[in-house]
């Protein structure tokens, strides 16, 4: 029976397949280390800069999109709330008078029926609900004066003018076209009506916004 002696320096064939052992723990060899190479990092880093680039990019356009969406939404409100609010004065009003020219008459020439039938007129006035056709003095007039659509509660007297738009709403015409206001006693057989027309701009994020409004009101009162 043979034997192999170990010589201090040499490996015998069958220590060739021991493990080392540090300290009680399997000390790894080569070739079961795993991780990722540098390459490989910097790929995965590079796709995922792209992707939240994309993100946030496509997130940034839903915030001014929306910002915009509001913005005009809020230009067609404040223009919806002032041509609703003279519907419902003209539609319950009487004795429609109207003019070509934003100038105000006396308010006894307000008092006075008058169509505006062929061309748009500047500025409407009648006699309002509560009010009374004795007094010359207090119709309710709507007027465009400058980008800005005016009411007055007094005849158009001076210091009695209020705003209906927004100071940023830039009202660039404003129309009315009024028929049937003349008394049945002229040969008049239509109810009087106003068709009011309405083009005008407004500052949005991204630039300017432009709308065109239509209202058409008949008068309440049969007056045929």
Known sequence: MSMKSSTPGFTSTSEKHVSVFVHGVRAPSKQNLKGFT????????TIFSIVMLIGVGALLSLVETNRRAQAINSVVNNMNAALEGMSRAIRVGNTYHCRTSSAVPSPATLSVPQDCASGGGQLLAFESAQGSRSDVNDQIVYRLNG?????SL???ANGTWVALTAPEVSVESFEFFVVGSLPQSSGNNIQPRVLMKLRGSAPVPGGN?????????TQRIIDI
Request: glycine letters at 4%.
């Open 147 to 151: 980008t800005q659509l005016e009411r």
């Open 209 to 217: 916004t432009t709308f065109t409004v239509q209202a058409s009101v």
């Open 154 to 156: 007094q005849a158009g």
């Open 38 to 45: 540098l390459i490989e990092m910097m790929v995965s880093v």
